[in-house]
């Protein structure tokens, strides 16, 4: 109903497809995400956010270094606590510092790179040194069994029952000047909880 008034709709997740018919009415083709389709959502993704930072002024890059490295935690908390995983502070401090080198956000170059869940899968089941040491871990061993249970969490996203959705850069392109987008999740139907 608001859509009369020029507002814009996102359906993030359409369990049922309820919603493709009026993206087709609008002329809108909905994405979908499921096991042998191209689609691929980074959760990593920058967005809009992620455009050069080398131009901002020093207190918006600092807001948007704590909004986008709140969003990426959030958003692994919430894969691995969707596969009953606790996510505790000591998961957090590692998967932040890994998410915080590859980045590269330290060395100040203004650009941040593209960062993938395979990408900190491999940086938490081979870390190095310096993420021992910054975690606070007596040695690497003592850091590999402690987080585990996030490593395999992450892992599943690739290798597991997820793979094919979240594991690789995102492919495809949001036309926010579009009346509706849709996020069709039916296909996952299959997949259980």
Known sequence: RMMAYWYRTLILGDVKDEYEPLCRALGVEPHAVGHGLPTRINPLDYG????????????????????????????????????????????ERAVGAVLRDLSRHADDTGRLAEITIPQVWSRLNDPSDELVAECRYSNTQHLLDDIRPVRDALGALIHGHLRGLFDAPTTIKVDWRAPIQSLSLSRLDPLGD
């Open 48 to 91: 809009p956010l992620g455009n050069d930072w080398s131009h901002l002024p020093h207190a918006e890059v600092e807001r948007r270094d704590a909004m986008v490295f709140s969003r990426w935690l959030t958003l692994v908390k919430g894969l691995v606590g969707s596969q009953h995983v606790r996510f505790d502070p000591t998961a």
